[in-house]
């Protein structure tokens, strides 16, 4: 450890692993460390699942459960999508030859107690339950025109600015009610709340077209979802980084980040070894004087032995209560995979509803979603803080990221690690440094 | 007229920190050997492909190297995952290296379930009169470990021997485990890769 780095980075979840992997990419010496004694902290996938049963204090699972080591068990739930951030640095940075995905079978939204399928082309509003006659034909027509929108094309726009006019506005052009806004907003742009409508409408068009082309991809629906859980995910990255060179230190407690002259990062210290190193990154756990309480976030893990019903029994699924139909500020979420995807045990699934902390009671606010499950095994339910950094690293030079939000996909993931990046070498991330040679088959 | 895919597995290297894992990714992408120690030797390649013909049929042999992630902290669990297969390499003048291998078999089974096992004894070369380990050992630990073991190997890197035998029969091996399963092998089963589109491949930047 007694060596001097370009970068040391404190923590392997999936953000630290990705700058990690940039970082020694773009030809930085760096120290990777963890106090845990497996990779990926947050960002892991628990195996086997006795080691999720004793990490929530619950008596050891039966026989029912099949073989522990089966399972993988994610504690934060995400999807990628298909055409989003997290695809495009798999792509660019090579590590998409470490994983295999799997299409989520389909997005469902909650409407007046019961779900139905998020109807995502033409064809599919015409079919879809979730409107009236004369609604399908409105909503086609808005789909319509998403579709043929093009912001470099003013003829597109049909008398219609949507760089300055908002997008209640263009609702109101569409004449869409209250129901379909609500899950055009939120299970198509997939906003968290209804700000956007008050927002230039551009905006929202782009993340439809974000949904539709991720859509466009893969079938289904435009999520997919990593063999083996979303650990594979910073477990990838971190590979990327030691074939560049980087170092990794697990179960290595860090007891001291040393500030030098002008309050300026000088090294780690942990027993009595410090390392030096110019810069720091890190989640906010290894810094808690320089972050701050943003939030909380509940999140429920379920394990199930069947699907959720109205799903066509879908082996993974996504589906998305939008605030205002529970009365809520914050949407709720429901993430499905199951044994297809070499999580659990065959004929098992794993539910996770998640959302925002907006009372004291937090397990009673995600009742919504767990009433869409019907029987549930085993629940294990937690709360985390949410923070983000006080510190923007500038003088400092150390790198925050913040803690991974309700959401559940990784876009926010991706802009997080892309601005820290940037703060931290001044420059946009190059994928051209990236040496194609990586492999021999696709090049 | 249908171009017929050749299968390709997946073969990862095991063992120590020093005893010639990537000296052995290295002879079999470019058949080459350096003594030192450096650690850029096998930089940004991680994993190459070769093609074996084995009685009449293809088979890819898909080694990877671990990129020396076992110096200090041990391998990520994805590094197993999807292996058909995995050698597991110890020095033959390190008994060290030898006596921890049961430990590497254990993340083996654990990880890579359903891999084939081979035992390579590598550095051959410094083999003097006395062997630091014995055949009667390599073949003890074989047994101790039921006999998951499906071959062995001596090898050197440094003057190539037993190096093409060594990945030779290991194609050979595969292809005859494999000869049912691998057309049974239905899509289903598996995952996909994500590929570039045509659009993606352009924009290289994300902004
Ligand atoms: C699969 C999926 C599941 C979701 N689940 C949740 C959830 O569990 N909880 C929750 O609160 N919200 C969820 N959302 C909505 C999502 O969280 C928000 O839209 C997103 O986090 C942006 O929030 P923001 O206001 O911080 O960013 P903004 O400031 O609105 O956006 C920042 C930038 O990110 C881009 N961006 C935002 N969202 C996407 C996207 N989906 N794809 C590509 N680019 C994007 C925008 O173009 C913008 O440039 C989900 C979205 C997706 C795709
Ligand atoms: N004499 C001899 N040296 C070898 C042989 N194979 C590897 N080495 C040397 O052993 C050292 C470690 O090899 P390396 O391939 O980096 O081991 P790894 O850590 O398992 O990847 C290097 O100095 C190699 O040159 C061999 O067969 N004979
Ligand atoms: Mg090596």
Redesign the pocket.
Known sequence: MDEEYDAIVLGTGLKECILSGMLSVSGKKVLHVDRNKYYGGESASICPLEELFTKFGAPAPDDSYGRGRDWNVDLIPK?L?AN??LVKLLIHTGVTRYLEFKSVEGSYVYKGGKISKVPVDQKEALASDLMGMFEKRRFRNFLIYVQDFQQDDPKTWKDFDPSTADMQALYDKFGLDKNTQDFTGHAL????DDE?LKRPAI?TI??IK?YSDSLARYGKS??LYPMYGLGELPQGFARLSAIYGGTYMLDKPIDEIVVGEGGKVVGVRSGDEVAKCKQVYCDPTYVPDRVRKKGRVVRCICLMDHPISNTRDALST?I?IPQKQVGRN??I?VSLVSYTHQVAAKGWFIAMV???VETDNPENEIKPGLELLGPVRQKFISVSDYYEPTDEGLQSQIFISQSY?????F??TC?DVLDIFKRGTGEEFDFSKIKHELGDEEQ | MATIKIPEQKVILCGEYGVGKSSLFRRFTNDTFVTATDRKSTLGLDHYAKTYRVSDRDLKLQLWDTGGMERVASITSSYYKFAEAAILVFALDNPASFHVLSQHLLDIVTYAENAKIFLCGNKSDLLDDVPQITDAEIEAFCEQCHNLITGTYKTSCKNGQGIDEMFSDIAYQLVQSNRSRLELQSMEQHGFKITPTEETAEDSCLC
């Open positions: 999807f999508m989003g951030q742009a997939l906003f968290r956007y905006d782009k993340r974000l435009p999520y996504q998305i914050s949407d979420y998640s959302t925002t939000d309700a959401t559940t996909h876009e926010t802009l």
